[in-house]
């Protein structure tokens, strides 16, 4: 959202806006130019603040680059390192950096919001305008339905009997800072959370065909329609079920509507209740775990799991891992723990680490004591597809390694995806009986709904996990369950829909 477009009155609409910052954005608009920001500027080299937004540019490398070399703007970067020899005047570090950082912003400028963040802004925005008077029911609708990995504008339907009142009663929300366009069935409107929203109106009787419409995509849609068509019918309906029954279909879930073929056979996809267990999970036992295992335990319990793998990170981690020593003592406490909760198997688990060569943290010996094991890339993201897809490979053939954590590594709107060959990848883990990781974290939602696809497609399962490093952030498990239903998995194709005993190596 372009700020500029906004009145001083809209402005303050906005969430997390008071006095000072819509003072800041007014000059802004009126100028082009904050003078405090100007000041700040004036201590720094020319293009240093625009140079200190590329991701892997530190406050050191930034000032190098304008002081000392002479970049403005990252466009003028972006052209040097477009040439052979643009770049030469960097030290190798820098250099490396510089294009990774150039990769990096440009895998990920078309990225919209992760799904937990726009469902959330979904949500709220429907129970804002479900308080609308004339309003019968809100349900959301479009990309967040469909509960695809990001998304770019909210799209709404809001059943009323009195549409004119209720376009009234919209654009005098607060939750509504402006009306981009309106017709009598539909408003496209900026809300005060700066994201756009889409809200189709219509009536009790025709809310199926409307719902239909606005989850979308345009092709399944356009499918329906035709099949409607030839069928000489119309697509009224109070609810989707029956407008599909009108053209002697089955109910379709939104998730599985990226599919053409209205014939295809109907899976029945994974649902939160379906999941048993969680297979990654954190305690403070890890150098950036929140919580201690005895809280992560007990939470899990209060979510009705059957078991729980506690990965804390292993020792090639140096910063956040577990030296042997530290593993031995947590095996402790885990059996002390287990004690004292018999009614959910804990697993004595390790977030392990890919090497560059495939290498993973401790000995044979030591791998196999463990209950289950995830290894997880963490370190060289930019090497190219035939190493990282080599390297991976080699983890699932280790007969230590359970699941392969959040298999492309990408950071969504910081961090594009790296290259693997994922189906050689589905294929070997497959053969091994290696789940790949289907990770909630809302940073990640890690392998995509599509990439889970081609993974199944392939003969591959998938673990569902929350990556939790605290006791709230075991919700996050929820995101993946999302994202593994429009990746179409049922409850057979996630490990973790599994019973405790067929979980883990069994001793």
């Known amino acids: 959202m372009d700020l500029r477009t906004l009145s001083d009155a809209e402005v303050r609409r906005l969430e997390g806006v008071g006095d000072a910052i819509a003072a800041l954005i007014g000059e802004y608009a009126a100028t082009g130019r904050l003078r405090m920001l100007d000041e700040l500027r004036a201590a720094e080299p020319s293009g240093f603040g625009e140079l200190l937004t590329l991701p892997l540019i530190g406050v050191r490398d930034a000032r190098a680059l304008a002081s000392t070399h002479g970049f403005d703007s990252i466009a003028a970067l972006r052209e040097a390192a477009g040439r052979g020899d643009g770049l030469a005047g960097l030290d190798d570090r820098l250099a490396h950096r510089?294009?990774?950082?150039?990769?990096?912003?440009?895998?990920?400028?078309?990225?919209?919001?992760?799904?937990?963040?726009?469902?959330?802004?979904?949500?709220?925005?429907?129970?804002?305008?479900?308080?609308?008077?004339e309003v019968d029911r809100v349900q959301v609708a479009g990309d967040v339905r469909r509960s695809t990995d990001t998304v770019q504008d909210l799209s709404l339907v809001l059943v009323t009997d009195e549409p004119?009142?209720?376009?009234?009663?919209?654009?005098?929300?607060?939750?509504?800072?402006?009306?981009?366009?309106?017709?009598?069935?539909?408003?496209?409107?900026?809300?005060?959370?700066?994201?756009?929203?889409?809200?189709?109106?219509?009536?009790?009787?025709?809310?199926?065909?409307?719902?239909?419409?606005?989850?979308?995509?345009?092709?399944h849609v356009a499918a329906v329609v035709a099949r409607a068509a030839q069928?000489?019918?119309?697509?009224?309906?109070?609810?989707?079920?029956?407008?599909?029954?009108?053209?002697?279909?089955?109910?379709?879930?939104?998730?599985?509507?990226?599919?053409?073929?209205?014939?295809?056979?109907?899976?029945?996809?994974?649902?939160?209740?379906?999941?048993?267990?969680?297979l990654h999970v954190h305690s403070d036992w890890s150098g950036d775990g929140v919580d201690t295992l005895e809280d992560m335990v007990e939470?899990?319990?209060?979510?009705?799991?059957?078991?729980?793998?506690?990965t804390d990170h292993a020792e090639n981690l140096r910063i956040n891992g577990m030296t042997r020593e530290a593993v031995t003592a947590r095996r402790r406490t885990i059996g002390e723990l287990q004690q004292r909760h018999p009614y959910i198997r804990i697993l004595d688990a390790a977030e392990l680490n890919i090497g560059l060569d495939g290498s993973l943290d401790y000995d044979l010996d030591f791998l196999m004591s463990f209950d289950l094991t995830v290894a997880s890339i963490h370190s060289e993201m930019h090497r190219g597809v035939a190493e990282q897809t080599d390297r991976i490979l080699a983890a699932i053939a280790?007969?230590?390694?359970?699941?392969?954590?959040?298999?492309?590594?990408?950071?969504?709107?910081?961090?594009?995806?790296?290259?693997?060959?994922?189906?050689?990848?589905?294929?070997?883990?497959?053969?091994?009986?290696?789940?790949?990781?289907?990770?909630?974290?809302?940073?990640?939602?890690?392998?995509?709904?599509?990439?889970?696809?081609?993974?199944?497609?392939?003969?591959?399962?998938?673990?569902l996990s929350s990556d939790a490093h605290?006791?709230?952030?075991?919700?996050?498990?929820?995101?993946?369950?999302?994202?593994?239903?429009?990746?179409?998995?049922?409850?057979?194709?996630?490990?973790?829909?599994?019973p405790p005993d067929e979980v883990g190596r069994v001793r």
């Open 470 to 498: 605290s006791v709230a952030e075991l919700g996050y498990i929820e995101h993946a369950v999302r994202i593994a239903r429009h990746g179409w998995a049922t409850p057979t194709d996630v490990v973790n829909c599994r």
């Open 299 to 310: 939470e899990c319990l209060r979510r009705g799991y059957e078991y729980v793998a506690i």
């Open 398 to 463: 280790h007969p230590a390694v359970d699941v392969v954590g959040h298999p492309t590594g990408r950071i969504l709107g910081r961090r594009p995806p790296y290259d693997i060959e994922l189906t050689a990848i589905a294929q070997a883990a497959a053969e091994t009986g290696t789940a790949l990781e289907v990770n909630g974290s809302p940073a990640r939602l890690d392998l995509s709904g599509a990439m889970i696809r081609q993974a199944l497609e392939a003969g591959a399962t998938v673990s």
């Open 98 to 133: 510089v294009r990774e950082s150039l990769r990096r912003t440009a895998a990920t400028a078309g990225d919209g919001v992760p799904l937990p963040r726009a469902g959330r802004d979904a949500e709220a925005l429907a129970a804002a305008l479900g308080e609308i008077a």
């Open 231 to 278: 069928r000489g019918v119309a697509l009224d309906g109070a609810d989707e079920e029956a407008v599909y029954a009108a053209i002697g279909l089955p109910y379709i879930a939104p998730e599985l509507r990226d599919r053409n073929d209205l014939d295809a056979p109907i899976p029945s996809l994974v649902r939160h209740g379906d999941i048993r267990g969680d």
């Open 164 to 219: 004119a009142a209720t376009v009234t009663s919209v654009t005098e929300h607060p939750a509504v800072v402006r009306v981009i366009e309106r017709t009598d069935a539909m408003l496209q409107v900026m809300t005060a959370t700066g994201r756009r929203a889409t809200l189709l109106l219509t009536t009790a009787s025709r809310a199926g065909e409307a719902l239909l419409r606005a989850t979308g995509p345009a092709t």
